[in-house]
C-alpha cells in the first residue's frame, strides 16, 4: 500500500504564500495523477489542482494565477505552490495519488492551511 504524508502548512496572513509537499512511500510500482483537495469544516472536499504522471495539469477556476502543481517523479513527490492566499483558503489540504496496486488510491492524513490576521 502507498502511503501519502503531507507537509507544509500553517498559519499565513492574507496575500501570503506557502508551499505544501507531499511525499509517497511504501509498495510503489507505478503512481499516475497526484492532486491536491481541500476541505472546509461542513463542507465537502473538493479538487484543487492536479497533475498526471506526464505532467499535464488541471486547476479549479479560482485558483489558477495563485496556485502550481508539481512533481518529481524520481522523488515520488507532488507539491503545491499556494500564493496571494485568502481567507477563503482557509481549509485541511489532502494529497491524494491513483496507483497501480490496491486499493488503488491513496489518501494523505491532511495539512491545516489557515489564512488570517
Known amino acids: 500500500q502507498v502511503q501519502l504524508v503531507e507537509s507544509g502548512g500553517g498559519l499565513v496572513q492574507p496575500g501570503g504564500s506557502l508551499r505544501l509537499s507531499c511525499a509517497a512511500s511504501?509498495?510503489?510500482?507505478?503512481?499516475?495523477?497526484m492532486g491536491w483537495y481541500r476541505q472546509a469544516p461542513g463542507k465537502e472536499r473538493e479538487l484543487v489542482a492536479a497533475i498526471s504522471n506526464g505532467g499535464r495539469t488541471n486547476y479549479v477556476d479560482s485558483m489558477k494565477g495563485r496556485f502550481t502543481i508539481s512533481r518529481d517523479n524520481a522523488k515520488n513527490t507532488v507539491y503545491l505552490q499556494m500564493n496571494s492566499l485568502k481567507p477563503e483558503d482557509t481549509a485541511v489540504y489532502y494529497c491524494?495519488?491513483?496507483?497501480?496496486?490496491?486499493?488503488?488510491?491513496?489518501w494523505g492524513q491532511g495539512t491545516q492551511v489557515t489564512v488570517s490576521s
Open positions: 491524494h495519488a491513483d496507483t497501480s496496486t490496491w486499493p488503488y488510491e491513496s
Open positions: 511504501g509498495r510503489i510500482y507505478r503512481i499516475d495523477t
